[in-house]
C-alpha cells in the first residue's frame, strides 16, 4: 500500500485499534492496544495494524512545534514570537515541564512503539506473503528504534533511561519504571534496528508506490547516528560505512533541491516526514508553516516561530551557497505566491526567516496544492528530512576524527557541494562547523550536538544576535550535570504515580 494510501486510511486502521487506551492510566501505555477477537486474522489486518504506528506522526508536537522546541534551545535560532513555555524550554526553566507542547510528543512516540510491539506480537502468526510480512515487521522494529532513540536521546542518561514497554509487558495496565541508564536503551535500539535492517528491503526494491516506508539503508543510518551519540565511534564508522558504501544514495549536485518537493525522495533521502497538503487540513509535519512570517504577509496564516540568528548566518563562510538557501535575509528576493518578493519581516525577532522549507509557498495558487488549506494545520508536499546522506557523510567524518583517523574525504565532499575550497587536516572543529552550516533548521539538531560535544555551557553563555545587531536573546545559564537532559513530563510522573521519575535537578 502507497503512503498516499496510508494517509487515507490511517485515520481508520486507528481508531479501531484504541479500544483499549481509556481504560490505561498511564500516557505511557497509549492509544494502540487491538481487540484480540476481531484483528489481526489477515494479512489486511497486518497492513492496516502497521499503518496505524505512523498515524501519530501528524501531530503537532510530533515533527511540529512541540519537539521543535527542544532544537530551537540552540544557538542557531530564536522563539521568534513571545510565547512563555517556549521561552522557559529555551532557558532551562523548569517550569516548562508541566504545561508545553513538548508533553504529548513524549506519549505519542510511546504510542508509535506500543503499536509497533502488536505488530511484532501478531504478524508472525498471520498466513500471508513472506516478503510483505518480513517488511511490515522490519517497519514495526525501525519505528520502535527510532522511537527509542529520540527518547532516550532527550531524557536518559547514566543516571536513568526511559522505560522500555517490551513486547511481553505491552499490555500491562500497571507503570513501567525508568531502565537503569541510557546504556540500557541503546542496547534496545541497537537490537531493534539491527532486527529491522535484516527484514527490511533497500529503499529502491521498495518501488514507487511505497516510498516513505522504513527501508534498510535508514535502518543502518540510525545505527550509525545511535553509536555517534554513544560514543561507540568504530562501530558509527561502520554502519555509516555501509550506508556510504551499499546504500545507494548519493549527495545531490545541488544543495538547494535537497528542499524541493519533487526531491522528497531524491538520491540524499534516507528518512524524512512524510507530508501532505491534501485534505481539509493537510496530514504531516507543519515545521514549514510554523517557520513562516507571523500571518505570512497576509496570504497565509505563517506562525513566525524559529528565526536564524546572526551567530548562525555568520557561522557561514564567504562564497558558502548554503547560507542563501538556509536563510533569509531583509532584500533577499525569494518567491511567494508565484510574485518575486523580496524580503522583510514585520514582526521577526531576528529580521531572518529560515528560507529551507519555502518552496511550497512559492507557486502561484499554492494552497490545496502545495500547501494545507487550513493554515491552523499548516503542512505542505515537501518533506522535512530528518536523516539525510550528507549527515551520515559527517557522522563518519566525526567518527573517524575521534579515531584519530583522518576525515578530509568527507569533509571536503561536504565543502565542494557547498561551492567552497578543500582543505587537508580537518579538524573537529572543522567538523562541527559542517555539521552546523549543512544541518541548521534541520532534525540534525544543533542543541544536542552542543551538548554531546561538551559545548553547550560555553555556547549559552554568549547573547545572540540578530540582523542588525542587537541583542535579541541574553546569556542563558546551562548546567551540564542538569540540563544535558530535558525534563520528564510531569503529566507521566503523575499518571505513573511516581514510578516513573523526574530527571535529577529539574
Known amino acids: 500500500m502507497s503512503m498516499k494510501k496510508i494517509l487515507n486510511t490511517i485515520l481508520i486502521a486507528s481508531a479501531g485499534l484504541v479500544m483499549a487506551s481509556c481504560s490505561k492510566q498511564l500516557d505511557i501505555l497509549p492509544e494502540g492496544a487491538v481487540s484480540e477477537s476481531n484483528f489481526w486474522q489477515t494479512s489486511d489486518d497486518a497492513v492496516l495494524g502497521a499503518n496505524a504506528m505512523y498515524e501519530p506522526f501528524d501531530g503537532e508536537e510530533f515533527y511540529g512545534r512541540g519537539y521543535m522546541w527542544f532544537i530551537n534551545a540552540s544557538d542557531d535560532m530564536v522563539t521568534g514570537r513571545i510565547n512563555t513555555n517556549a521561552d522557559a524550554i529555551k532557558n532551562f526553566s523548569s517550569t516548562y515541564y508541566s504545561s508545553s507542547y513538548t508533553v504529548d510528543q513524549w506519549n505519542m512516540r510511546y504510542s508509535v512503539i506500543r503499536r509497533a510491539n502488536d505488530v511484532i506480537n501478531k504478524v508472525p502468526a498471520i498466513s500471508m506473503d513472506g516478503a510483505l510480512k518480513n517488511r511490515l515487521m522490519g517497519e514495526a522494529y525501525f519505528l520502535s528504534g527510532l522511537m527509542y532513540f529520540q527518547l532516550a536521546y532527550n531524557y536518559a542518561d547514566d543516571r536513568a533511561g526511559v522505560p522500555i514497554i517490551t513486547r511481553e509487558n505491552n499490555n500491562d495496565p500497571n507503570p513501567t519504571p525508568r531502565a537503569a541508564n541510557v546504556t540500557a536503551n541503546y542496547d534496545y535500539i541497537e537490537s531493534e534496528l539491527k532486527k529491522a535492517a535484516n527484514l527490511l ?63 522528497n525522495y531524491g538520491s540524499e533521502y534516507i528518512w524524512s516526514a512524510v507530508s501532505t497538503p491534501k485534505g481539509a487540513a493537510g496530514w504531516g509535519s507543519i515545521l514549514a508553516g510554523v517557520m513562516l512570517e507571523n500571518k505570512g504577509w497576509g496570504q497565509y496564516n505563517g506562525w513566525g516561530y524559529y528565526q536564524p540568528t546572526k551567530e548562525l548566518y555568520d557561522a557561514f563562510e564567504t562564497g558558502d551557497t548554503r547560507r542563501e538557501v538556509t536563510i533569509l535575509k531583509p532584500g533577499d528576493k525569494f518567491m511567494y505566491f508565484g510574485v518575486e518578493t523580496s524580503y522583510s519581516s514585520v514582526n521577526s525577532l531576528s529580521g531572518y526567516q529560515f528560507n529551507k522549507y519555502m518552496e511550497p509557498f512559492g507557486y502561484a495558487n499554492p494552497v490545496g496544492t502545495h500547501i494545507s488549506p487550513n493554515g491552523d494545520h499548516p503542512t505542505t508536499d515537501l518533506n522535512i528530512p530528518l536523516l539525510r546522506y550528507a549527515e551520515v557523510i559527517l557522522i563518519k ?72 545587531g542587537s541583542v535579541i536573546w541574553p546569556s542563558r545559564t546551562f548546567n551540564p550535570s542538569v540540563h544535558h537532559v530535558w525534563a520528564v513530563p510531569q503529566k507521566e510522573i503523575d499518571r505513573s504515580n511516581g514510578i516513573i521519575t523526574q530527571n535529577q535537578g529539574w
Not at 521498495?206 to 540510525?222: E, I
Not at 555517534?228 to 549536485?253: P, T
Open 201 to 263: 528491503p533497500y529503499f529502491d526494491e521498495l518501488g514507487v508506490t511505497n516510498y516513505g516506508r522504513a527501508h534498510k539503508v535508514a535502518a543502518w543510518g540510525y545505527l550509525s547516528k545511535m553509536y555517534l551519540y554513544k560514543k561507540d565511534y568504530a562501530n558509527a564508522e561502520k554502519y555509516a560505512d555501509s550506508v556510504i558504501n551499499f546504500g545507494k544514495r548519493s549527495l545531490m549536485e545541488n544543495y538547494g533541491d535537497v528542499f524541493k518537493s519533487a526531491n
Open 397 to 468: 567524518a566525526e567518527a573517524a576524527l575521534m579515531q584519530g583517523k583522518s576525515a578530509d574525504n568527507e569533509i571536503n565532499m561536504i565543502r565542494r557541494r557547498a561551492g567552497l575550497d578543500p582543505i587537508q587536516g580537518a579538524t573537529i572543529a572543522e567538523l562541527k562547523k559542517q555539521r552546523r552550516c549543512e544541518l541548521a533548521g534541520e532534525w540534525a539538531d544543533r542543541h544536542r550536538d552542543l551538548v554531546r560535544w561538551g559545548d553547550a555551557q560555553a555556547a549559552y553563555a554568549q547573547p545572540l544576535h540578530g540582523f542588525s
